[in-house]
């Protein structure tokens, strides 16, 4: 059982936008950066966004993310047949000695 | 290029021992702590520790303490995940991925934050 929480699932047509939740408490989303990954079906994980916000090289615009208290969010707009993948956030607990912590994974679906 | 490299899939019986690696190269290996991530069928990924190429520092999450060992050899730019004795319920794909920023909070406690290389993952079956 994680301690950061995702809804299960999204879906949204072609073109159109979703956006992935990731709530924690103050040990975690609440103080330190958020992360998020990507994982296309068969390969390995994908780092989106980082320290909230920053997309890493070669990562699209259509991918941002942002931190308010306790939560995260990952939107994607123009949404496309190839975005659709498990997305997991991620970042460190305090109440965990700094340990790192994933979300549980949404699954996106592209209609 | 940055990458990291994992050895190949492994089919092994219960009660054996196994030891998989992860080599890194295009970066300085010592500087960055690697993590062990494990994906089980049809799961979710699991932060399992973290080893630090620099000094062999190693921290496990509580529920892979005394199940599973990280080490390196700085020699080669190698970390490994062993198993003493394996279990059915080990079988997953295990992911090493470097930490691209960490920060101490306290002598010998670290936060770690995200992993932006990641290699192609090891396939262990055990049956």
């Known amino acids: 059982q994680s301690v950061l929480t995702q809804p299960p699932s999204v879906s949204a047509a072609t073109g159109q936008r979703v956006t992935i939740t990731c709530s924690g408490n103050r040990f975690n989303v609440g103080n330190y950066y958020v992360s998020w990954y990507q994982r296309l079906p068969g390969e390995a994980p994908k780092l989106v966004i980082y320290?909230?916000?920053k997309r890493p090289s070669g990562i699209p615009d259509r991918f941002s993310g942002s931190r308010s208290g306790t939560s995260a969010t990952l939107d994607i707009t123009g949404l496309q047949s190839g975005d659709e993948a498990d997305y997991y956030c991620?970042?460190?607990?305090?109440?965990?000695?700094?340990?790192?912590?994933f979300g549980p994974g949404t699954k996106v679906t592209v209609l | 290029e940055v990458q990291l490299v994992q050895s190949g899939a492994e089919v092994k019986k219960p009660g054996e021992s196994l030891k998989i690696s992860c080599q890194g190269s295009?970066?300085?290996?010592?500087?960055?702590?690697i993590a062990w991530v494990r994906q089980m069928p049809g799961q979710g990924l699991e932060w399992m520790g973290a080893v630090y190429p620099g000094d062999s520092d190693a921290k496990y999450t509580p529920s892979f303490q005394r199940q599973v060992t990280f080490s390196v050899d700085k020699s080669i730019n190698t970390a490994y995940l062993r198993w003493s004795s394996l279990k059915a319920s080990d079988t997953a794909t295990y992911y090493c991925a470097r930490h691209r920023d960490f920060k101490a909070f306290m002598r010998g406690h670290y936060l770690f934050y995200d992993m932006d290389v990641w290699g192609r993952g090891t396939t262990v079956t055990v049956s």
């Open positions: 295009g970066y300085s290996f010592t500087n960055s702590w």
């Open positions: 991620g970042t460190c607990d305090r109440s965990l000695d700094g340990r790192f912590v």
């Open positions: 320290e909230d916000d």
